[in-house]
């Protein structure tokens, strides 16, 4: 060491006393077998947070479930019917009920599918004579072609 060195040194132990105060060693010394332990204490680690969240859910989700179904049904139970109950209808309210909205054949069928079509055996239809002219004229029917015919 030179003496230019050793003025610079003496210097810098003035400035910064701390400094050399810490002793000289290697401070990435680790203990005995410590690469060899830490892959598995970190994976150790990571595993134990990836379950702790699932478990934070399914807490709040135990507690939310019960209050989400009470809700659910209080809001079922307290609302006004939109629809009046068809159960609570006698044969005579439903048939007023059916007369008072406009209700036709082709709407219902087009609603229902095949399965739900009803069957006829056969239908016999008895009409007076201006039933069957009222009939013919509202559905534009030529009758001289089936006069023609018979």
Request: aromatic fraction near 10%; avoid cysteine.
């Amino acid at each position: 060491m030179t003496m230019k060195d050793h003025n610079e040194e003496n210097e810098v132990r003035k400035d910064a006393p701390m400094l050399f105060g810490i002793p000289k060693q290697d401070p990435f010394a680790v203990e005995e077998g410590f690469f060899e332990r830490f892959p598995h204490q970190v994976q150790a680690l990571a595993s134990q947070r990836s379950r702790t969240p699932r478990l934070i859910w399914m807490k709040r989700a135990a507690l939310a479930l019960p209050a989400l179904a009470l809700v659910i049904f209080a809001v079922h139970s307290l609302r006004a019917p939109n629809d009046p109950d068809v159960a609570a209808f006698t044969p005579d309210e439903a048939l007023q009920y059916a007369t008072s909205e406009q209700f036709d054949t082709q709407t219902i069928m087009a609603d229902a599918t095949e399965a739900e079509w009803p069957v006829f055996d056969s239908v016999t239809v008895q009409l007076t004579p201006n039933e069957a002219l009222a009939y013919v004229d509202q559905h534009d029917i030529d009758l001289t072609d089936y006069l023609h015919q018979q």
